[in-house]
């Protein structure tokens, strides 16, 4: 059974890490096809169609699994769970279907309110996804979940690709096309779901008896319980953060004095942060997934695996940093803002240390501190991200999320009375300094005109910074992986 699990967590994870890769990677041509002002208006629904998504993949379908294991009805529970999913997730979609153009509104953009209703409808979709990844995570069986999860991600990328070339030939309204790309998330989801049914010995029958049971349904809902609020605040975390910035940043900007389309092409700009941000999220959360299993079992997070996941992420970001006036130029045809992008990215060590903390006092117990610690971190984000932007336009609203998180991870280690040691190692530091040199000479002496041999030098200047960066630090990083 021990077995079974590690490996359904690394199957997990490596459908994670392919998921994350291809979430990131298909914004590149997705921008290169629609421009910014286009990539600006996927990006304001984007966060609603995710938050959504990661009910469906990661916090139900853990509910169930938890649910079964526990529970002398099985059946009964599951029963309950379905009914009690499917009534909510209906209710969920006609408050946004009804809400749709005021939320556009609020956004500063009426014509956002279509995308947002197709990004709405994987509501829908919630119930059925949640009750089959569910079970088969109850059965350890986790490659059901994972082979799902690629389906859904490769189906939808495809689809959102094929959106944006439609612009390119039939229409040049980048909200028509905004629609089309949360329409073809919708059909990945129904694609996936499809699979789970041929693949799965779960049938629906007497699922939809006893639907006026509305006192199981309120205990099952308590069943969810806070420590599962808690865990499923924290994996939308950063989406709620991206929401903010939705209603936020481009009202700021047209106030400012900026015309709406041009605060619509800022925007979009700005969103680029977002697969440079998940590109350097995707390693270090990636191993802190797969290590799970192993930290649950022994109630902490490994001095190791600490270690590990705050170099890589400092030395990460800080060949993003440096690299990052190239990448935009090479990825987006354009160095616009690349400061502001620049601060942007130097999230990536912040929140990987904030996960860190996070599941150690999620398994100490301590959830309501750290709901606590997230909540003041959105109120900071709140108060700090219109007068920034106002003032500050894209760099505020950088400034803004990165203020925010370090305010979060400084209550995290204030609370636990320690300070990230890893920090205080010169050796590390030399060698991240050394890499940054070697980056920044090949980088100056090193030019190309043309994106594929600009390419070709990222690559080079990568090759050049990571070998640096081992050949100084390698005894260290041997022992970390032991």
């Known amino acids: 059974m021990k077995i079974n699990l ?27 096809l629609v421009g910014d002002q286009g990539f600006y208006a996927f990006q304001q629904v984007y966060p609603f169609y995710s938050i959504i998504t990661t009910l469906s993949l990661v916090a ?54 279509l995308p947002l209703l197709a990004a709405s409808l994987p509501l829908l979709l919630v119930p059925f996804l949640s009750l089959y990844r569910g079970i088969a995570q109850a059965k350890s069986d986790m490659t059901r979940t994972a082979i799902s999860q690629i389906i859904e991600q490769f189906t939808r990328v495809l689809l959102i690709i094929c959106a944006a070339l439609t612009f390119t030939k039939l229409s040049t309204n980048v909200y028509t096309i905004s629609f089309l790309a949360m329409l073809g998330s919708f059909i990945g989801g129904i694609v996936a779901l499809i699979e789970l049914i041929f693949s799965s010995h779960f049938r629906f029958k007497g699922l939809f008896t006893g639907l006026t049971d509305w006192r199981g349904k309120v205990s099952i809902i308590q069943k969810f319980g806070f420590s599962s609020v808690v865990f499923t605040f924290f994996m939308v975390y950063m989406l709620i953060l991206q929401m903010i910035d ?27 942060g977002q697969p440079f941000l998940q590109l350097g999220l995707v390693v270090t959360t990636s191993i802190l997934t797969d290590s799970l299993p192993k930290v649950t079992k022994e109630g902490q997070i490994s001095d190791k695996i600490t270690d590990f996941v705050t170099y890589l992420s400092i030395a990460l970001t800080v060949g993003l940093v440096i690299l990052l006036p190239e990448m935009n130029d090479v990825l987006f045809k354009s160095h616009a803002e690349s400061l502001s992008l620049q601060i942007f990215v130097l999230q990536i060590p912040v929140i990987s240390m904030i996960q860190l903390e996070h599941h150690d006092l999620f398994l100490a117990g301590k959830n309501k501190t750290s709901f606590v610690i997230l909540l003041f971190g959105l109120l900071a984000k709140l108060v700090l991200v219109y007068p920034l932007s106002l003032n500050f336009r894209l760099i505020g609203a950088s400034i803004s999320n990165l203020i925010s998180l370090i305010l979060i991870l400084s209550c995290y280690l204030i609370y636990r009375k320690k300070f990230p040691k890893q920090l205080l190692n010169l050796r590390f530091w030399l060698a991240i ?28 200047l990568t090759l050049a910074g990571c070998t640096t960066f081992f050949s100084i630090f390698k005894m260290k990083i041997k022992e970390i992986l032991g």
């Open 246 to 272: 939705v209603f936020v940043v481009k009202n700021a900007l047209t106030h400012s004095g900026i015309i709406s389309t041009q605060a619509e092409i800022l925007k979009g700009i700005y969103d680029r």
């Open 6 to 32: 590690i490996k359904g967590a690394g199957i997990l994870t490596l459908a994670g890490f392919l998921s994350k890769i291809l979430a990131a990677l298909y914004r590149f041509p997705y921008q290169n």
């Open 60 to 113: 139900l379908p853990n509910f169930l699994s938890s649910l079964i294991h526990s529970s002398d009805k099985p059946q009964e529970d599951i029963r309950l769970f379905f009914q009690t999913s499917l009534i909510l997730s209906i209710l969920s979609f006609l408050i946004l279907s009804i809400l749709c153009q005021p939320l556009a509104k609020l956004m500063g953009e009426e014509r956002l309110a």
């Open 433 to 460: 300094l050394t890499m940054a040199v070697v980056v920044l000479i090949g980088n100056h002496f090193l030019i190309f005109s043309g994106r594929i041999t600009q390419l070709f030098k990222i690559f080079l």
